[in-house]
């Protein structure tokens, strides 16, 4: 299955929170999950990314937690600010293919 | 100032018109993508081409055409043929086809009428 189910659909916090976008994926073949960050009329850019033999990947106030034997890993944003308001992307690649398949996103919204 | 160009930002068809999409890149990269974005669907792949002169279909080719002449440019028409053409469409390229990063361009926005 090249599917990557993302979950919430939406999600507000306060400022200072910490959001946790979750992911889920059946195909054990995917060796690269990527997260995208997309704000309103703008291309995805890349935010952070993590291989399935490492279980933590931190890159200022964003971590992602990756659980190889559940097949899900996470977004966390540390001290989340209204500038991190934006629609966040999970996506995970198979060698060889060069396919991203991607998570149906995220919409976060954090309140000042 | 390296990137990728998608022009134009808005576009208005009326149905039963072909229209093309441009996308450019000065990153020198070898792969190109485009990929179609509809509301709580998230991105999904149309065409690729990791080389000049060569594109495979994505997972919704059907009522889409791309070319890649250049290294720089991979346009994108829509063909009449596409049952529900208004989306946003987005280009991307990577290094090769065994980079793992992609690189998003603004995105045309296409509305069709």
Known sequence: ?112 | DGGITQSPKYLFRKEGQNVTLSCEQNLNHDAMYWYRQDPGQGLRLIYYSQIVNDFQKGDIAEGYSVSREKKESFPLTVTSAQKNPTAFYLCASSTDGNSYEQYFGPGTRLTVT
């Open chain 1, 1 to 112: 299955q090249q599917q990557v189910k993302q979950s919430p659909q939406s999600l507000i916090v306060q400022k200072g929170g910490i959001p946790i976008i979750n992911c889920a994926y059946e195909n054990t073949a995917f060796d690269y999950f990527p997260w995208y960050q997309q704000f309103p009329g703008k291309g995805p850019a890349l935010l952070i990314a993590i291989r399935p033999d490492v279980s933590e990947k931190k890159e200022g106030r964003f971590t992602i937690s990756f659980n190889k034997s559940a097949k899900q890993f996470s977004l966390h944003i540390m001290d989340s600010q209204p500038g991190d308001s934006a629609t966040y992307f999970c996506a995970a690649i198979i060698p060889g293919f060069q396919k991203l398949v991607f998570g149906t996103g995220t919409r976060l919204l954090v309140s000042p």
